[in-house]
């Protein structure tokens, strides 16, 4: 999963998704709040829900042509997780 990426190919620049954030939050979105969650090895399903909700996309395009294959692994027993989407 690569964040920086898909902000990227969807047309965002760190700052102006930075703005937008703010914007729809109601609240500051501080310059290294963004940096720690577009570097973050392991970001929250609720950091990439914020990030697709400004951007108006899917959580699924942070997942979409992952060259890794599944990238998410369960912090407990450190399996894999598979996600399947119903495209309704």
Same mark, same amino acid.
């Given at each position: 999963?690569?964040?920086?990426?898909?902000?990227?190919?969807?047309?965002?620049?760190?700052?102006?998704?930075?703005?937008?954030?703010?914007?729809?939050?109601?609240?500051?979105?501080?310059? %290294?709040?963004? %940096?720690?969650?577009?570097? %973050?090895?392991?970001?929250?399903?609720?950091?990439?829900?914020?990030?697709?909700?400004?951007?108006?996309?899917?959580?699924? %395009?942070?997942?979409?042509?992952?060259?890794?294959?599944?990238?998410?692994?369960?912090?407990?027993?450190?399996?894999?997780?598979?996600?399947?989407?119903?495209?309704?």
């Amino acid at each position: 999963m690569n964040i920086k990426k898909t902000i990227k190919d969807n047309g965002w620049t760190l700052e102006s998704l930075r703005a937008k954030m703010q914007e729809i939050e109601g609240r500051e979105v501080k310059q %290294s709040s963004m %940096s720690r969650i577009v570097n %973050s090895a392991n970001p929250t399903v609720e950091t990439l829900q914020r990030l697709a909700d400004a951007m108006q996309i899917s959580i699924c %395009s942070f997942f979409e042509n992952d060259q890794q294959g599944a990238s998410l692994i369960c912090p407990h027993c450190g399996k894999p997780i598979a996600l399947h989407v119903d495209k309704q």
